[in-house]
């Protein structure tokens, strides 16, 4: 599983984000994902790749394509 599938996966499953609703370029707050949702999305990401995020710097702000590319980042280092 690729990182835009556990993220689009994770989405649907935890937060109630249907399948398609979120592309690269979504923003996160528009998905309804306050500080508290990111963070606990980013925890379940970590968990399912066994990777560590501590050091990305995930906001509202930024997209679905952001995340994944920061998830990338870190899978292939």
Do not use: Y
């Not at 989405?11 to 528009?30: H, I, Q």
């Not at 606990?40 to 050091?55: A, Q, S, T």
Request: no cysteine; charged share 30%.
């Amino acid at each position: 599983m690729n990182a835009a599938e556990v993220v689009n996966s994770l989405l649907e499953e935890r937060f109630g984000v249907r399948r398609g609703e979120a592309t690269d370029a979504t923003v996160l707050r528009s998905l309804r994902l306050d500080s508290l949702a990111l963070e606990e999305l980013r925890v379940l990401i970590e968990e399912r790749l066994d990777i560590d995020l501590e050091e990305v710097a995930l906001t509202s702000r930024d997209t679905v394509g952001q995340l994944v590319a920061a998830i990338d980042g870190k899978v292939t280092a």
